[in-house]
């Protein structure tokens, strides 16, 4: 952690709403910086001071001229309609690009799967003939459901 980003957090180091690992780090870095510590003494007396100090009151129609302002740098915004027949069209376009990609994709999965399938027939085969033969660790044959 650098010192610019311990000073920003040691509010928060006091007030322990740092993380685990954000206090751990916090900890190291003022263990070794002496700046960074220094600040860190000065925090609560400056909490203290802001604490104590009177909030100021808005003057006599800041509300209004608030608003006013925000309203006028505002983006004005664009009107822009989209008619029926072009939400129409899109989503036929949509639906037609969906149909043409489930197709490619189907017969590329339909392949994926039967190469899985006959792969786990060959597995099924050769598990079925080791059982069926004899025990490896015994020699004496395997009887399965009374076979």
């Known amino acids: 952690m650098n010192c610019k980003n ?3 957090l040691l509010s928060a180091y006091l007030d322990e709403e740092l993380t ?19 600040e860190l ?10 604490g104590s100090a009177p909030v100021p009151e808005p003057s006599e129609g800041f509300e209004e001229r608030l608003v006013c302002r925000v309203l006028a740098a505002a983006p004005a915004p ?9 939400l129409a069209a899109i989503a036929a376009a949509s639906m037609l690009v969906t149909m043409l990609l489930l197709n ?42 009374g076979r």
Do not use: N, W, Y
């Open 104 to 145: 490619v994709v189907k017969p590329a999965q339909a392949s994926v799967v039967s190469d899985r399938d006959d792969m786990a027939m060959q597995m099924m085969r050769r598990d079925r003939a080791f059982a069926a033969s004899s025990d490896p660790l015994s020699g004496s044959p395997v009887m399965f459901g």
């Open 41 to 50: 003494r000065c925090v609560p007396g400056l909490k203290r001071l802001l």
């Open 20 to 38: 685990g690992a954000e206090m751990f780090e916090m900890r190291s870095h003022l263990a070794t910086c002496e700046p960074c510590s220094q």
């Open 6 to 8: 311990a000073q920003s």
């Open 78 to 86: 664009t009107e822009r309609r989209i008619s029926i027949v072009a």
